[in-house]
T-cell receptor, first 112, second 112 residues
Framework: GDSVTQMEGPVTLSEEAFLTINCTYT??????LFWYVQYPGEGLQLLLKATKADDKGSNKGFEATYRKETTSFHLEKGSVQVSDSAVYFC???????????FGTGTRLQVFP | DGGITQSPKYLFRKEGQNVTLSCEQN?????MYWYRQDPGQGLRLIYY???????QKGDIAEGYSVSREKKESFPLTVTSAQKNPTAFYLC???????????FGPGTRLLVL
């Protein structure tokens, strides 16, 4: 079945460092891809999404490009802030079942 | 204010007790979902409902029950058959023709 694999965390960075969180997927079709962010004790918030190959999703300085050839959707940010500390989830939509399939999440810790 | 509300924020269950978690949305979304989140793990789907008076089991439905009598409400009951209920429970919803799910703030269930 469809699946999402994320890099293990935690990712620890200093403020203003460059961020990459890797996400790869396995899918039989052409799913939409998502990044959600979860701050401590809260629900998930949609960060960005892409619906087809070569689409780039972006929001709040974060970007991710839908790469069909490498089945990847890596999250990047040029300069992280302490307020970016959270858990980031990569997900894909299974269009045959209308479900989202999530990775296990990657915790990001940013220190001043 | 449009959104998804979950109550209570914290819930304590005694042995052998059934408890019900509330999820309400005023976004006029068609589909609603319940997920369970355990520490260090991704989200696992418990139940989902695409229309009123209809719902389907997710990946971990055993020990849980739901109802969908109104479009805006999708309560989850954690029954005494669920032997390990301690977790963070998240409700989500979406419009019928869109893939993006939007999440509530979550309910943390603890066993006394």
């Amino acid at each position: 079945g469809d699946s999402v694999t994320q890099m293990e965390g935690p990712v620890t960075l200093s403020e203003e460092a460059f961020l990459t969180i890797n996400c790869t997927y396995t899918a039989t079709g052409y799913p939409s891809l998502f990044w959600y962010v979860q701050y401590p004790g809260e629900g998930l918030q949609l960060l960005l999404k892409a619906t087809k190959a070569d689409d780039k999703g972006s929001n709040k300085g974060f970007e991710a490009t839908y790469r069909k050839e490498t089945t990847s959707f890596h999250l990047e940010k040029g300069s992280v802030q302490v307020s970016d500390s959270a858990v980031y989830f990569c997900a894909l939509s299974d269009r045959s079942t209308d479900k989202l399939i999530f990775g296990t999440g990657t915790r990001l810790q940013v220190f001043p | 204010d449009g959104g998804i509300t979950q109550s209570p924020k914290y819930l304590f269950r005694k042995e052998g007790q059934n408890v019900t978690l509330s999820c309400e949305q005023n976004l006029n979304h068609d589909a609603m979902y319940w997920y369970r989140q355990d520490p260090g793990q991704g989200l696992r789907l418990i139940y989902y409902s695409q229309i009123v008076n209809d719902f389907q089991k997710g990946d971990i439905a055993e020990g849980y029950s739901v109802s969908r009598e109104k479009k805006e409400s999708f309560p989850l009951t954690v029954t005494s058959a669920q032997k390990n209920p301690t977790a963070f429970y998240l409700c989500a919803s979406r419009l019928a023709l869109q893939e993006t799910q939007y999440f509530g703030p979550g309910t943390r269930l603890l066993v006394l």
